[in-house]
């Protein structure tokens, strides 16, 4: 997900009681309480989380790339950004290695928690991000122990990206057609893990291009040859670029053949193991962090129950409460 909208603008300053029904809004009444930012302007997140983390606002644990590494020329104008309701940020531009090491270095250096490089092509005359650059980028994160994340355009992108030894692919690539035996073995063989966001390629068919219902075909049956190599999967549906809740993400997931289990454990037991939370995150067990999600159904005999949540708990607080059931349920008081 990202925190680059232009009502995260200016967080230190935006009332507290905002903060927190906006936080809710996105994230809290649907159940999460982790995310993992991969692209918005750092020093702006850092303030939110600082926040959040004090106690002031009511919010869910935030982990940040900080701002993408892009090719040069790739990241849209300050115009468009903010025509499409984000903020204008810079994102850090490479074109060889030293670029690469020395913007992955900076971000690490003001304490973000993994690197992102971004691979959509720059306009032309202007060079795709080098592949060899995407390794040093990996090699500077794992040194201090952060992984990497790479947006993908192509299936050779994610070639590209397993061999450089990234840790997360973060979109599926419906445009590039079928996955062949090729990509799901290199995925396979270098340990990466799939963040699918199915949902997202209902908003980007076009006249002349693949029809929206295409895009998702091809997206969950992408999905779906990476589920049958027993392949990680990580939730996410790039909330903070698109505006939906997370109801279609898990109908189209299991569209794809993955069981309940398997969403639950996108969910909670396989984020916590990849980002090296796994001893007190993930499970309900002892001595583990409280954070619990209390859902209205049973999402094992109905999967539309994730999506229904009655409490949030972060760390044994609770964060988000169903208000309107509370009132209707809350004893009534004596004249």
Do not use: C
Not at 15 to 44: C, I, K, Y
Not at 98 to 107: E, R
Not at 303 to 310: E, F, G, I, P, Q
């Amino acid at each position: 997900m990202h925190f680059f909208q232009r009502k995260w603008e200016n967080a230190a300053e935006i009332p507290a009681d905002q903060l927190t029904r906006q936080l809710e809004e996105m994230l809290t009444r649907h159940g999460f309480t982790s995310v993992f930012d991969t692209g918005s302007m750092w020093d702006n997140t850092r303030r939110l989380r600082d926040r959040i983390e004090s106690g002031e606002v009511a919010g869910p644990r935030i982990r940040s790339t900080g701002e993408a590494l892009v090719a040069r020329g790739a990241t849209p104008s300050e115009k468009a950004l903010r025509a499409m309701g984000f903020m204008a940020f810079s994102a850090l531009e490479v074109t060889d290695d030293a670029q690469a090491a020395a913007a992955s270095q900076q971000l690490l250096a003001k304490g973000v928690d993994g690197i992102k490089v971004h691979l959509q092509p720059p306009p032309q005359p202007q060079p795709l991000f080098p592949e060899s650059a995407i390794l040093v980028a990996v090699q500077e994160a794992h040194r201090s122990g952060n992984p990497v994340f790479v947006h993908p355009d192509t299936g050779a992108d994610i070639l590209a990206a397993a061999r450089s030894g990234v840790d997360i692919i973060a979109h599926t690539t419906p445009g590039s057609g079928p996955w062949d035996e090729g990509i799901l073995t290199a995925m396979q063989e270098h340990g990466v893990a799939l963040t699918p966001t199915l949902r997202i390629w209902s908003r980007f068919g076009r006249p002349g291009n693949p029809s929206q219902d295409q895009l998702i075909e091809t997206a969950v049956g992408q999905l779906r040859a990476w589920v049958e190599r027993e392949g990680t999967v990580l939730f996410g549906t790039d909330l903070g670029a698109i505006d939906e809740p997370p109801g279609a993400e898990y109908a189209l997931m299991e569209q794809s053949g993955m069981s309940f289990r398997q969403i639950l454990a996108s969910l909670t037991t396989a984020p916590a193991e990849r980002f090296r939370e796994s001893s007190r995150l993930g499970r309900i067990a002892p001595g583990f962090r409280t954070d619990l999600v209390v859902l209205k159904g049973d999402p094992s005999r109905d999967l539309r129950s994730l999506a229904s949540v009655r409490y949030t708990l972060r760390d044994g607080r609770i964060i988000y409460a169903d208000t309107a059931r509370q009132s209707l349920h809350s004893p009534k008081r004596r004249p």
